[in-house]
Each structure stands twice: as C-alpha cells, then as structure tokens.
C-alpha cells in the first residue's frame, strides 16, 4: 500500500519571512493537498542566538495570509510532535548516541583553535575545506574514557571513504558529489544541540516525511543527509531541490537587490491571491501554460515534475502587473473591503489621529498633514533633501550612514515599536559618530519627506518597520543620484 504523502516546510525563526520561504512553502502545500496528503509546519529555531519568538509568529501570520494552511504545527499540534526543534533536544543526543554505537558516527577532541589552523593552511595549499579526520582514527576505548572524563567534544558523522557518492533528485536525476565535498560534518555540538544536518534527517523520518521539497542551495548537503539515512538503516524519502529564486542579473535573490520579506508585499497592499500566482510560476507553469491560476487550480493540476530548473527571475515589475490585474477584477466593495482591513482600518487611524489632533484644526487639513501615514512612496522635494543632509555632510555620506542603520539596526529589530526604535537610533548614534540631532532629522526627512511631524519614534511606530526600510532605501538611492549628478 502506497504511503500517504506528507510534505514540510522548516523555516528558522531568524529575521522577517522571506518569500524564498513562501515560494518553497507552496510546492509542498500543492503536492500535499493535490494527493490528499498532510502539509507540516515545523520551526527549525536551533540556532539560540538568533532565533526569536516574534518572527515565529511572522512566519505564522506570513503564511495565513498567502492561505498556505499547514495540518500539523507548533501552534495547532498533530501526533508527530513537538514541531519546534528546540523542544526536541533530547531525541537528537539519542539518535547521535546510537550513531556512536553503530561505529556511524564519532567522538572529535579538535579544539577550536586547531580547526582554525587547519583551515588557514587548506587555504593556503588551496584545498578544499574541511575535517581532517584525526580523532576518526582514535580508538573506541580512548574516545570513551576521554568522554568520560568530560573533555569538550563534538560528534561527527563518518562519511565513506569512496572516491564519490551518487544520490538521487526528483528534478536531476542520479547527483554525483566527489569525495571532498563530503567532510566529517558535525552532527552534535559541544553544547548538545544539534547542527541543522541531524535535527533535519531525524525529525523528517520521524516526522513520516515522504517528500524533501526544498531550495537547490542544500543539494550540496545531500550526500550527507542520505548518509544519515543509511547509516540509521531508514528508507530515504524523495528529494527534490527547487531552483532558487534570481534577481535580474542572476545573482541569488536578496534583500541588498530586491524586497524580500513578506510583510513588505503585505504592507505594499499587494494581494495574497497575486503574489501565490506569481511564485507558482516561478519555475512550474500550467499544463496549458496560462499565466493566471488560483490557489485551487494550482493544486488541482499540480505536478512536482513539471518544475524547471532555469534559474526564475524574481521580477518586481511583472508581479506589479499581475496584482494590479487581480486589483481591477475586483468589485468596489470587495476593494473598500481590504482598505478598511489595512490602511483604512479602524485599528491604523487610531494609531495615527492621536500624533496628528494637535496640528490640525480641520478635517480636511488631516488629509495634508497625515499623508505619509498612508502613501507608498513620499516626494523629496528640494528643502526636504536640504533638511535631509545636516551641514557639513555630503549626500554620498548620508547615503551611506543611512545603509548601515538599515543592516545595523533596522533589519535585525524584529519588535517594531516606539521604544525599541529609540533604542536602536540612539545606540545607532553613538557608535556611528552622528549626533542624535542629525540622525534624527534625517531619518525623519527620509521617512515622511518633511523636516516638521509628529514625534518621530511614535511616528516610525505607527509607520511599521516595512514601510520605514523601504523609504531609507529610496532614500538611499536618492542621495546617491544627487552625487553622480554633480
């Protein structure tokens, strides 16, 4: 009898949700529901230091919002569970312990310092990089009393020895990896938390995972993921690695190039119907090759066979196009309905008529006063770029103090609100050797187009921080076109 399929999708809960993410999500959705199967949601948050609970929830609301429903998670359990990985410690030390047994995998001594070294000289003999396998040769019995006595130590997997490893992908056929792209990859850290490699492997198969859809950057982790298969005498499920999402010049997609969080295209007011359309047909299209499908039809003709692997270009232009299609199919009402869900909801002018009551004495002059709360883009006419460069600074510097806010400070605040903004701009100040007097005043110049508004952190606050990125970066580019037209 043929396995029920069960697919997944394993985001880390590091940063914003990506529509790298999303656009994975989908194939595994499509599949899943074209065949009756499950579609699972696990969180991937071994990584303790980044990891954070308000992108988790981002992930979850990102992914609602596209309508990719999952049928076993975190937050609506199922009987495979937990589905966070940082609550699945101890399965991980078991199976890495019974790896030991088995003579799969071993006990490494190397401490960091001689890994360091090991890897100054490869480079400067121009090898490839990788473990040496020194503490592979060590005897059972000295391993085992060198644990015992409690000396630091990693596990790692004992890759064979062969010349080369042939594995097998759904979209690529038979995958031939040689010999030194196969190190002795460390399976368990010094601390007892896995490394993505073995949480990965044991959670897909006891997690039931027929299907591995995921992004073509971890093919080169394939030979040591189906060696983890192998050396637990388990059936390898099918793999399948989707090509990655491109910006125009080819280059892997990223958020230096392109707008990459999916909150950005929420905030953006770019419908959810659109954008699923447009990831569909990065890399699969119809049977009759029509470019526009609900999320139904895309499930109903589903085939994981017709992906190509030509690298898909993540164009901005064409997605525009394709929303602003879905946009003018919609009745009135059906428009009216998803302002008053989002920038005219009742909830975002509360936020905004407190900081604007004061400055106003008609209701028609909150329209003039309170527009950047609601346009995309704000004007930067000449006294705004004035105001926006403090004296003795060029725009080229301003440019460039505003680019390194944005990576700093911005990109990594995942809770957006008045006080964390302060936090972040101040901190920003000091170590950037800007006062807070020309920081702020260009921060506000470049978000709302005017030197005179509301306080500025509860005016950030309300903004988001989806909208306030993206005018630092027009405002970026602006600066930046002021000094090549000198």
């Not at 062969?162 to 097998?168: K, P």
């Not at 770019?270 to 499908?293: C, H, I, K, Q, T």
């Amino acid at each position: 009898m043929t396995k029920p399929i069960r697919t997944r999708i394993a985001p880390s809960p590091t940063g914003d949700p990506h529509v790298g993410t999303a656009y994975v999500a989908l194939f595994n959705y499509a599949l899943a529901r074209k065949h009756g199967g499950r579609f699972i949601l696990r969180i991937e948050d071994t990584d303790r230091q980044r990891s954070h609970p308000a992108s988790e929830t981002m992930i979850f609301d990102a992914l609602r919002w596209l309508g990719l429903d999952w049928d076993e998670g975190p937050d609506v359990g199922g009987p495979v569970g937990p589905y966070r990985q940082s609550e699945r410690s101890s399965i991980y030390r078991e199976h890495a312990e019974d790896l030991v047994r088995r003579g799969a995998a071993y006990p490494c001594f190397c401490a960091p310092e001689r890994l360091e070294a090991l890897r100054v000289e490869q480079r400067a003999k121009k090898l490839a990089l990788g473990y040496d396998g020194r503490c592979r040769a060590l005897s059972t019995t000295e391993a085992a009393q060198r644990r015992s006595a409690g000396e630091p130590h990693v596990i790692r997997l004992s890759m064979p020895k062969d010349e080369s490893m042939v594995v097998h992908d759904l979209l690529r056929g038979d995958v031939r990896f040689e010999r030194p792209q196969m190190d002795d990859q460390v399976l368990l850290k010094s601390d007892g938390f896995p490394t993505y490699h073995l949480a990965n492997v044991v959670d897909d198969h006891l997690m039931e995972i027929t299907h591995v859809i995921r992004a073509e950057e971890w093919l080169s982790s394939l030979p040591k993921h189906v060696q983890l298969y192998r050396s637990f005498g388990w059936d390898e499920p099918i793999f399948c690695h989707l090509p990655l999402l491109r910006n125009a010049d080819r280059s892997k997609i990223s958020k230096r190039k392109n707008p990459v969080s999916l909150n950005h295209y929420r905030r953006a007011g770019y419908l959810p119907e659109a954008l699923v359309n447009f990831l569909a047909l990065m890399g699969w299209a119809m049977p009759d090759e029509r470019e526009e499908f609900t999320l139904r039809e895309l499930v109903e003709r589903f085939d994981l066979k017709r992906v190509s692997l030509g690298g898909p270009v993540f164009d901005i232009e064409k997605l525009t196009w394709l929303n602003g299609k879905y946009l003018r199919r919609m009745a009135p009402e059906e428009i009216l309905a998803r302002l008053r869900r989002q920038l005219l909801s009742d909830d975002y002018l509360l936020r905004v008529l407190p900081l604007c009551r004061e400055r106003i004495d008609t209701l028609e002059a909150f329209f003039d006063y309170a527009g950047f709360f609601f346009a995309g883009e704000v004007p930067y006419d000449a006294k705004a770029l004035s105001g926006m460069i403090p004296k003795e600074r060029t725009p080229s510097e301003t440019a460039r103090i505003l680019k390194s806010l944005i990576e700093q400070k911005i990109d990594p605040l995942l809770e957006w609100d008045a006080g964390a903004v302060e936090s972040a701009l101040r901190d920003f100040s000091e170590s950037s050797g800007w006062s807070a007097k020309e920081l702020f005043m260009t921060v506000r110049v470049a978000v709302t187009g005017r030197a005179a508004t509301p306080p500025l952190f509860d005016t950030l606050d309300v903004l988001g921080k989806e909208i306030c990125r993206r005018r630092l970066r027009r405002a970026i580019e602006t600066l930046r076109t002021m000094d090549e037209g000198k």
